[in-house]
């Protein structure tokens, strides 16, 4: 038998795995980038900034921020879907986009499968704000007056099939209120029609809206969480506010695209878990009204598969449609 072929073979496979490896040991070696579904402002561009400095003074390598919007996500998730596997370019993932979109738009330009879970960074919960000539003190008057004035309030959201925009309709169809939809592309540009009353509600993380209702230019009704956020103390939960059952979390996570080395997403995983538990981080999300929170590579994958089929389930029920 002629065994040179399979010689051949041998050495060429481990050749290959030998740059492999030497790759991933003298990673990183250029900058590295963060792409951002969403443009600037907000919970995840946020979350992306906020990683940024720290994880590029650890990682010894420039780390840009690069936003992508449009397409409710799908732009900058097809991006680093299609990009090389190597660890330079890594999405910043959105809850709503990453778990939403697929039973939104069967027809994606991207699949989760083409994504590689890296690390949990950010959760928000979200809060009901509401601008000031709304008629509302609380949350019980303000569901009150929605059950009066059946689609007199219009609420924003940062698009169709957004978390905003799914988590506003269970809020309806749990209070049986009704209200306008009104999406926009992204949180920056529905915050300013909030603010100037042209819409009347939005439901969205504390990064959108906290320095606002601080400063006595929105309503804070309620935080739709287990527990008051810390940067809106006087704000009561959903649960306080007499609405059992109503909560809603968004989470911001980095991904990689598929096929990217072990080695690479393990360098990776502990770098941003180095730059989370950093001070100055901390100390930043705090202001910022984001909770920092860590989950490892397989956790991460863990929650995406247990909340893809919890909304799909929802945005079936509601009958949402993407744009």
């Keep these: 038998m002629n065994r040179r072929p399979f010689l051949r073979l041998a050495i ?11 790759g991933a040991q003298g990673y990183p070696s250029k900058p590295i980038t963060l792409v951002v579904p969403n443009p600037p402002g907000g919970l995840v561009d946020g979350s992306a900034r906020l990683l940024s400095d720290p994880l590029s003074r650890i990682l010894n390598q420039p780390v ?10 799908n732009v ?7 990009a090389t596997p190597d660890g330079y370019s890594l999405l910043v993932s959105y809850s709503a986009y990453h778990v939403g979109n697929p039973a939104l738009n069967p027809k994606l330009p991207w699949a989760q499968k083409d994504l590689a879970p890296v690390a949990l960074i950010t959760v928000a919960t979200n809060v009901i704000a509401v601008h000031p000539s709304v008629p509302a003190n609380n949350l019980g008057e303000f569901i009150a007056y929605l059950k009066k004035n059946p689609g007199r309030l219009s609420y924003a959201s940062q698009g169709n099939g957004s978390l905003s925009h799914i988590g506003t309709e269970m809020f309806k169809q749990q209070t049986g209120t009704s209200m306008v ?3 926009y592309r992204g949180s920056g540009p529905a915050i300013q029609d909030v603010l100037s009353g042209q819409v009347q509600v939005f439901m969205t993380t504390p990064p959108s809206v906290m320095g606002h ?14 527990t008051r956020h810390p940067g809106l103390p006087a704000v009561p939960t959903t649960s306080e506010a007499g609405l059992k059952g109503f909560e809603l979390e968004a989470w911001v996570a980095i ?16 770098a941003i878990r180095q730059a ?20 490892p590579p397989q956790a991460l994958d863990a929650l995406v598969k247990e909340e893809t089929a919890f909304w799909a389930r929802t945005i079936k029920s509601a009958g949402i449609t993407a744009d």
């Design 181 to 183: 939809h009104i999406p």
């Design 213 to 226: 209702v601080q400063a006595g230019k929105l309503k804070g009704l309620a935080v739709a969480g287990k």
């Design 76 to 82: 900058a998730y097809g991006q680093v879907a299609r």
């Design 255 to 270: 991904f990689a695209p598929a096929g990217t080395p072990a080695d690479v997403i393990d360098k990776l995983t502990t």
């Design 64 to 73: 840009v921020i690069e936003n992508k919007g449009g397409a409710s996500g």
């Design 276 to 295: 989370l538990d950093q001070p100055e981080t901390r100390t930043r999300a705090t202001t910022a009204g984001i909770e920092l929170r860590y989950l």
């Design 12 to 22: 060429a496979s481990g050749a290959a795995a030998f740059c492999a490896l030497a």
